[in-house]
């Protein structure tokens, strides 16, 4: 092959391989399926119509922590020598049940916690207890944040309403590398996730029930373009530095041949 033509050949396959990385580079790429608005639009199956819930769905491998708030040592609670009670979790099965006291084995999961709470209520005041008032709190709560966040990885989610904002907020931020218009929060079954991108210029995404933030979300800061096409550079030269020392190799070995 004439030398031009190698050297051709290798300066089109950096360009390719750079036009290419922008998108290699973006994580949970998917095509939109669907919209709310201009600011959220849910990218993978979600009923948009229904009216969301605020409340936290009990699922398997959370940790309740159960009180009957009318005597918080009665039955749910434990004793201390100095007469205060203590509090103990109760873990959720992979079959969704949580073995309690007295009652053994109950089936809370795929609840909503105020469904939960009704639930038991009723349960233990059959034979147990008069009008008991039971109080469940999960836990474990949490989110993971990706991306272009001040700080990621896993962060304890409160059990009150926590919204979007509020959880970026005590990230420490979006850096400058974020992409507003394209924040995504994955939710629910990873194997069939509900995807929902918001677009944070625009503050008709403020007023959306969808983001609220639910246990085990996945929240994503996508890199704006221009950097990504800067960082595609910055892997290309280094591929193309490779290339050209690749090459005066190969015509230096070809000149000692001659």
């Known amino acids: 092959m004439d030398k031009t033509n190698i050297f051709f050949l290798i300066i089109v396959t950096i ?3 750079t036009s290419c990385n922008n998108k290699t580079n973006t994580l949970f790429y998917v095509k939109s399926k669907g919209k709310i608005n ?17 409340d936290q769905k009990i699922l398997p491998g959370d940790l309740l922590s159960i009180r009957n708030l009318q ?14 009670s203590i509090s103990t979790n109760y873990l959720v099965e992979n079959d969704s049940t949580v073995t309690l006291p007295f009652l053994n084995r109950m089936k809370l999961g795929g609840m909503l916690v105020p469904e939960a709470e009704n639930f038991l209520n009723q349960s233990y005041s059959k034979n147990l207890l008069k009008e008991p008032i039971i109080k469940i709190t999960i836990t474990n709560l949490k989110v993971t944040l990706m991306g272009e966040f001040g700080r990621v990885g896993n962060i304890p989610l409160e059990p009150n309403k926590t919204f979007l904002t509020d959880i970026i907020a005590e990230a420490g931020g979006l850096s400058k590398r974020a992409n507003l218009k394209k924040i995504k929060i994955i939710r629910g079954n990873l194997k069939n996730p509900e995807v929902i991108l918001v677009n944070l210029q625009d503050l008709n995404s403020l007023g959306n029930d969808k983001l609220y933030l639910h246990n085990n979300d996945i929240i994503y800061a996508e890199t704006k373009n221009s950097y990504k096409f800067l960082d595609g550079i910055s892997s290309g030269s280094t591929i193309l530095g ?7 190799a190969y015509l230096l070995i070809d000149r000692l041949k001659n």
């Not at 490779?242 to 005066?248: L, Q, R, T, Y």
């Open 242 to 248: 490779i290339g050209i020392s690749a090459v005066s």
């Open 15 to 17: 360009i390719l391989f």
């Open 38 to 54: 201009s600011s959220v639009s849910i990218l993978l199956p979600g009923d948009i119509k229904n009216k969301q819930s605020f």
């Open 71 to 84: 005597n918080e040592t009665q039955v749910l609670g434990y004793s201390s020598s100095s007469g205060a």
